[in-house]
């Protein structure tokens, strides 16, 4: 991974945990066996009437089962692929783009030291949390 791409990372990693922010997980692939499986067994319990009980009941379930799975920011963002971390690093870099630095340290310092900067990578971090990874966020209570 190239080094500024890398220190971009971790630098939204450090707001992310800075300021407590954590990322839904969704499950949707077990929620949707989850219905899919119920609404097999309904019809074979109960026909055409058994499937859409089976489903109704299988999509609340999978729905109770997926949701709420929250972890911190900046876990998920050290999990991505590097194809994903280069479309964070676009999207934050041309925020960082007058900055000089030379090391990771040196770069949240910066961008910590500057409550304006700090606001637009940050809006840039949840702005790419929210529509690259589908995901919801929320600020640790």
């Known amino acids: 991974m190239a080094p500024r ?4 990372v971790r630098l939204c990693c450090e707001i992310g945990s800075h ?6 997980v969704k ?3 077990k929620g949707a066996i989850l219905a ?22 299988g999509g609340l379930l999978g729905s109770w ?8 920011l900046p876990q998920i963002l ?10 964070l690093y676009d999207n934050v870099a041309d925020i960082l783009k007058d900055l000089d630095w030379t090391d ?17 990578v940050t809006a840039a971090l949840l702005n790419y949390v929210r529509t690259q990874l589908q995901s919801e966020v929320r600020y640790k209570d």
């Open 104 to 120: 990771v340290a040196q770069l949240i310092a910066l961008v910590m030291g500057n409550a304006t900067l700090q606001q637009k």
């Open 27 to 29: 499950n949707s692939t």
């Open 5 to 8: 791409m890398d220190d971009c």
């Open 65 to 72: 089962l997926t949701s709420g799975q929250f972890r911190p």
């Open 78 to 87: 050290m999990e991505l692929p590097a194809a994903q971390k280069q479309k």
């Open 36 to 57: 899919g499986g119920t609404a097999f067994v309904g019809g074979m319990l109960g026909g055409p009437p058994g499937i859409a009980v089976g489903g109704a009941v």
């Open 19 to 24: 300021q407590e922010i954590e990322v839904a």
